[in-house]
């Protein structure tokens, strides 16, 4: 599966997923058929007021009304309109390289683009809270379930650091007690 693949201004890195359905619509057009005359002017002005370049409006209104795009034009109708404003190094690519989602808030990639990197600074911090908010879950469970079992004391010293010595993301990823479920 393919998607647009960008660095967000605040250094983040988003992937933009586009439904099929887009892309049949922007190559066969008639999505507003039903609509009254002057619609597609309309949208294109309520594009621009919310940001979006006039030209990168008025491409997409076009192609989503009368059709016309391949499927690569679609790609770029929709970099343009959906991810440009919003980042830079946009990229299409296969879904299939991206790093699992676990640690996706500390997506980071370089100044030039390219591959996907777990920021392992910023995912320490995220491993603590989902382990934190696992026990939170895990014990209100228990505290209702009559054979749910004594709460769960989190280990925080121990836990904390393993966390801080973990030398990669899959090391931190596997820091998790064995009595609680996957969040």
Known sequence: MKAILYTRHDGGVSVCHPTRDV???MQ???YW????HGFVSAQIERQISSGIAP??????????AFGGCSEAEAWEIIRDRDCARHGTQHELIDTGELPPRWFRD??????NG?????????????????????????????????FGG???KLPKLTIQ????????AEELERIWLPELPRL
């Open 23 to 25: 892309f049949n619509i």
């Open 28 to 30: 066969h057009g008639g």
């Open 33 to 36: 058929n039903d609509r009254p």
């Open 55 to 64: 030209d990168h409006a008025r491409r997409f209104a076009h192609a989503v």
């Open 106 to 111: 500390a997506w980071s990639r370089s100044a």
């Open 114 to 146: 390219g591959p996907v990197n777990i920021n392992l600074e910023k995912a320490k911090p995220i491993q603590w809270s989902r382990l934190v908010q696992a026990v939170s879950q895990e014990n209100k469970r228990r505290e209702f379930d009559l």
């Open 150 to 152: 004594p709460p769960i």
């Open 161 to 168: 650091s393993a966390i801080r010595n973990a030398r990669d």
